[in-house]
């Protein structure tokens, strides 16, 4: 898929929840195929400039394309978006005046069977979003032993049967049955407990995998962690999540710290966090973008803004 076909995830939404301006300063963490960040680029001209940051070497390759016409306004690196405070400071991008995140497999890692993403199209289990750096899946699932493997099944995919699915995909691999995406989606169908419907029984396998393999919740804890320094007072976060546990995440860096159930019988003063969210409930797909682009369908996109100090 060329960076022209891509489709950004909540676009129009996330533009007008980030409100960019002439002569901003934007970070793109997570830059994909570039549509966010052209979207931002269009929005904050003539002089608004973006840092756009993604350990996929691919995908720069064809953001950079994309985003060639806007010369100088943008910068792209190569790296983990949970070291964009240095990569920001390194190439004058603090502070920023506004924040995106879409925390999704991008489509040119699901469209590409050679990835080892999609249970649907059959090749490696290697699932890694920087394609040569790293442990793999099928490395992960090697040195695993039926606990390890239960507890990234029950804790990063949720999955019920957990220990029983982590039991089949450890036989068939001693057995020698598990080498490409299809064994392992085989195995998966054959014993999990998930009825086939909206969702396919490997789906919640596989992002478990996908999340350790690439240590994603690890990434985005360190990003909520300096956000706040990120962003001038004022600045704004879009962040785009796709399962429970990054939008737990998110929910809680946005909102104010709770009081100690302890103190509740006294009048002590609620605490102010760093940042104010912008709306209750996390803003998701229209009808019309879910027939455009059914990836869209678990998306959950939450906005906050960085209080002064």
């Known amino acids: 898929m060329s960076a022209q076909a891509h489709i950004s995830v909540l676009l129009k939404e996330t533009v007008a929840a980030l409100a960019p301006r002439d002569g901003g300063v934007y970070l793109d963490v997570t830059l994909g195929l570039g549509g966010h960040a052209e979207a931002i680029l269009d929005a904050s001209g003539p002089t608004g400039r973006l840092l756009g ?15 060639a016409r806007f010369g100088q306004r943008v ?4 790296g983990h ?7 920001a400071e390194a190439t004058d991008h603090l502070p920023a005046d506004g ?3 879409d925390l999704g497999v991008s489509s040119i890692q699901l469209d590409h ?3 080892g993403f999609s249970f649907q199209k059959k090749g490696p289990i290697d699932m890694r979003m920087g394609p040569s750096v790293g442990e793999t899946a099928a490395d992960l699932l090697e040195r695993l032993d039926l606990s390890g493997l239960t507890e990234i099944l029950r804790d990063l995919g949720e999955i019920p049967n957990a220990r029983q699915l982590a039991d089949a ?6 057995a020698g049955r598990l080498e490409s995406t299809a064994d392992l989606a085989k195995v998966v169908a054959e014993r999990s407990k998930i009825r086939p419907g909206k969702i396919h029984p490997a789906t919640l396998v596989f992002q478990a995998l996908r999340i350790a393999v690439n240590r ?5 804890d360190t990003l909520l962690g300096v956000l706040p320094d990120l962003l001038r007072p004022g600045g704004r976060a879009a962040i785009i999540s796709f399962h429970s546990l990054e939008d737990r995440r998110v929910k809680q860096a946005f909102r104010d710290p709770e009081l100690d159930p302890a103190l509740a019988q006294y009048p002590v003063e609620r605490p102010q966090g760093p940042f104010e969210s912008l709306s209750k409930k996390p803003i998701t797909a229209s009808e019309e973008e879910l027939a ?5 369908r678990s998306a959950k996109l939450r906005v906050a803004t960085r209080r002064a100090s």
């Not at 978006?81 to 990569?87: N, P």
């Open 292 to 296: 455009q682009n059914p990836r869209a």
């Open 53 to 67: 940051v993604d350990r996929d070497p691919r995908a720069l390759e064809q953001a950079r394309e994309r985003l």
């Open 75 to 78: 910068t792209l690196v190569e």
């Open 216 to 220: 994603e919740l690890e990434e985005l």
């Open 81 to 87: 978006y949970s070291d964009v405070r240095g990569h």
């Open 99 to 101: 924040l995106v995140a």
């Open 113 to 115: 069977a050679e990835r």
């Open 169 to 174: 995909i450890l036989r068939a691999r001693d």
